[in-house]
């Protein structure tokens, strides 16, 4: 019986697979019950509910999971019982780190506010007063992936970056400081951006004992889960001045419900979890997937297995 592989993520895939190993099968899963008899080794995606999905792969016998995103923090046990669960790690590495940079360049020149909708009062003095980034500290919460890539832009525009990482491994950043507290990062950083993953140990990390030992007026950047941030301690220290400014792409729960106080607070910059995109990440994923799959086939060990203890 030739492998045959479940598939959430669209045709491109099934195409994409039978150019390089045209003998696998690719199955398409539907929101539907899996139909009698179906088997599989292998399922590809995970994006929307698992309970449309786990009784595919309970029916069909998957032994591997490839996620078609990052994350696993909101797979479900059953899912990681008796299978290997692998992830696209890096594919969206780039844009995230890309749209970091972005937040922290519009922090500091204070887009959208300086421009102009009628004639300013005075010329060729901005209102308000605009900052620069050269020189101003970058602390990275998680030196992943996406941590590395962020890195390596502030880098480039002069930021001294310190770093907290799980592990005590050197950098593979030059010129990064890997510090050895959380508190010794909050209190050298300018910028903070989690990009830590969401795990038991990271829920509520920044909380008020955390927004306490930050730099007064301190930029906070949350590219990673919403439960890394205690929101009611955020919002504390957005009013009192602790923090001059939350650009968040992530928050608890997503999507915020209507009328919550994060849509109109003055130093919010919101946004709908898309720090993520570009027009090329499908395509990302669906080539670590392909790459992957190779290693299966030819029974080698897999990229990007996700520890089920650690959860990332």
């Known amino acids: 019986m030739p492998l045959q592989v479940l598939n959430q993520m669209g045709d491109r895939v099934a195409e994409m697979v039978a150019e390089r190993f045209p003998e696998v099968e690719v199955v398409p899963v539907s929101p539907s019950a899996p139909p009698p008899g179906v088997r599989a080794d292998v399922f590809f995606g995970g994006y929307g509910g698992w309970d449309t999905y786990l009784p595919w792969l309970e029916a069909a016998g998957v032994r591997w999971v490839q996620l ?16 290997t669960i692998t992830c696209a790690r890096g594919a969206s590495a780039g844009p995230i780190s890309e749209f970091v940079l972005g937040a922290i360049l519009a922090f500091a020149k204070r887009f959208p506010d300086i421009w102009l909708h009628e004639p300013p009062r005075h010329w060729n003095f901005p209102i308000p007063s605009m900052d620069v980034v050269e020189g101003r500290t970058v602390g990275i919460v998680g030196l992943g992936g996406i941590g590395v890539a962020i890195a390596q832009r502030a880098s480039a525009f002069g930021m001294p970056v310190v770093a907290l990482r799980r592990t005590n491994r050197p950098s593979p950043v030059a010129g990064v400081r890997v510090v050895q507290s959380l508190d010794e990062l909050l209190a050298a950083s300018d910028h903070i951006v989690l990009a830590a993953p969401a795990t038991p140990r990271t829920k509520h990390l920044i909380d008020r004992e955390a927004f306490a030992k930050m730099k007064s007026g301190a930029h906070l950047v949350n590219i990673a889960r919403g439960s890394l941030v205690d929101q009611d301690a955020l919002r504390d220290a957005l009013d009192n001045g602790l923090v001059a400014m939350a650009t968040l792409d992530t928050v ?24 993520w995109y570009t027009p090329e990440i499908l395509g990302r994923t669906m080539e670590l997937f392909v790459e992957n799959l190779g290693r299966f086939i030819a029974g080698e060990p897999l990229h990007d297995v996700v520890d089920p203890v650690e959860g990332y």
């Open 68 to 83: 078609s995103g990052t994350g696993a923090d909101g797979v479900p046990a059953a899912v990681f019982d008796g299978r």
């Open 252 to 275: 608890d729960p997503e999507p915020l419900p209507a009328g919550h106080w994060m849509y109109a607070h003055p130093k919010v910059r919101l946004s709908a979890h898309v720090s």
